[in-house]
Structure formats: C-alpha cells, structure tokens
Nanobody, 116 residues
Framework: QVQLVESGGGLVQPGGSLRLSCAAS????????MGWYRQAPGKQRELVAA???????NYADSVKGRFTISRDNAKNTVYLHMNSLRPEDMGVYYC??????????WGQGTQVTVSS
C-alpha cells in the first residue's frame, strides 16, 4: 500500500504564492510518476503538473511559467511551487502517485483559495 499525506494549501491573495507538499509512504512499492491535479467546483479534475522518477516534467498550459513541480526521491515527496496565483487557480489540489504495479494512488486533497 501507498499512503499520501498532502499539506500546504490555504488562502492567498491574487499574485501570491503557495507551496504544496505530498509525502508518500510505502514499505513495499517503488514510486514512479508523481503529480498534482486540481478540481474546481463544477469542473472535472485536471492535470496541473507531473514529474517522472527521472525528473522530466509536464505542465498544464495555464500554469506554465508560474508553477514548478519538483520531487525528492529520497523522501518520496513531491512539491508544487505556485507563484502569481490567480482566482482561476482555486480548487482542491490532489496529489497522485504511480507506484508498485503502475497503480494510481491519490491523496485526500488540499484546498487552495485565491481571493482578496
């Protein structure tokens, strides 16, 4: 099994910054891809950013140049640095990890609110 613990969400003003963290704990499985998704009210969950075990990254067009995904393989932790936040970035952010037999594991979600 893989357990994910997310942290770092909260309320920020437009133009502000936040850093999300997601720590994966497992004793049996290898961790492969890691990523962040978000879901705004009334919308489908969408990919924000992803990173492979080798460090190759992929971003949604809407966050390119503002968000940075990184990972610490020794800690099985993925981070999302979010700068220049906009109201349209609001939503619940979910961490996803691909591990073991290429199964997807999801975090519980953390709320990001961008408002003045």
């Amino acid at each position: 099994q893989v357990q994910l613990v997310e942290s770092g969400g909260g309320l920020v003003q437009p133009g502000g910054s936040l850093r999300l963290s997601c720590a994966a704990s497992t004793t049996d499985f290898s961790i492969y891809g890691m990523g962040w998704y978000r879901q705004a009210p009334g919308k489908q969950r969408e990919l924000v950013a992803a990173i492979t075990s080798g460090g190759i990254t992929n971003y949604a067009d809407s966050v390119k140049g503002r968000f940075t995904i990184s990972r610490d393989n020794a800690k099985n932790t993925v981070y999302l640095h979010m700068n220049s936040l906009r109201p349209e970035d609001m939503g619940v952010y979910y961490c996803k990890v691909v591990a073991g037999r290429m199964y997807d594991y999801w975090g519980q979600g953390t709320q990001v609110t961008v408002s003045s």
